[in-house]
Each structure stands twice: as C-alpha cells, then as structure tokens.
Nanobody, 125 residues
Framework: QVQLVQSGGGLVQAGGSLRLSCAAS????????MGWFRQAPGKEREFVAA??????????ADSVKGRFTISISRDNAKNTVYLQMNDLKPEDTAVYYCAASWQLIKITAREYDYWGQGTQVTVSS
C-alpha cells in the first residue's frame, strides 16, 4: 500500500512559478515510478511528467517540456516527489495529481496504482 499526500499549488500570474510536492509513504514505495497528471474542467486527465523509482529517468509531455521539472527525494523514511513549474501559462490551469506506478514509468492514467488527492493550479493571464 502506498499513500500519497500532495501540497503546493495555488494562483499565479502567467510567467510565474509554482512547486508541487507529493509526500509518499508505504513499505514498498522505492519500487514505484512516480508521475504527475492534470485535469482541466471538461477534459480528460492528461499526463504531465514521470520519473523512475531511482530518479535516473524522466519523461515529459511535449506541452511542458523545458518548463516543468520532476524530481524525487528519498531521505530515509521520507519520500517526496516534486514538480517544479516555471513559465506557467493559462493553459496549465488544472487540478494536478501525483500518482504511483509499480516499477515502470507509464504515461496513461489507468496504468497507475495509487493517486494523491489533487491540488488546484490556476494561472491568470
């Protein structure tokens, strides 16, 4: 079992930055790849970024490449995944979710096993 608790998010002007955090706990967390997804009103949940369980590999959606950075921090029993978002645009407005996928990086939401509670990011123009 993996538990994911998100923090961060909020309202920012276009061009600004935000950092999302996802605190993960669970006995086998080190075996999970982590991803970030987002869902805007009336739209499907879409892939944003993912990172391997070791942190050695990352993958980004084309729409955020060069602006967003996913990272992972493992400190004894405390594991946190971050999404640093720079140069934010109004089209980045959505509810953002972190998720855990057993072992391998995946880019489709249905392949993820555990989800955070979601956090709102709003970018004003």
């Amino acid at each position: 079992q993996v538990q994911l608790v998100q923090s961060g998010g909020g309202l920012v002007q276009a061009g600004g930055s935000l950092r999302l955090s996802c605190a993960a706990s669970g006995r086998t967390f080190s075996s999970y790849a982590m991803g970030w997804f987002r869902q805007a009103p009336g739209k499907e949940r879409e892939f944003v970024a993912a990172i391997s369980w070791s942190g050695g590999r990352t993958y980004y959606a084309d729409s955020v490449k060069g602006r967003f950075t996913i990272s992972i921090s493992r400190d004894n029993a405390k594991n946190t995944v971050y999404l640093q978002m720079n140069d934010l645009k109004p089209e980045d407005t959505a509810v953002y979710y972190c998720a855990a996928s057993w072992q391998l990086i995946k880019i489709t939401a249905r392949e993820y096993d555990y989800w955070g509670q979601g956090t709102q990011v709003t970018v004003s123009s």
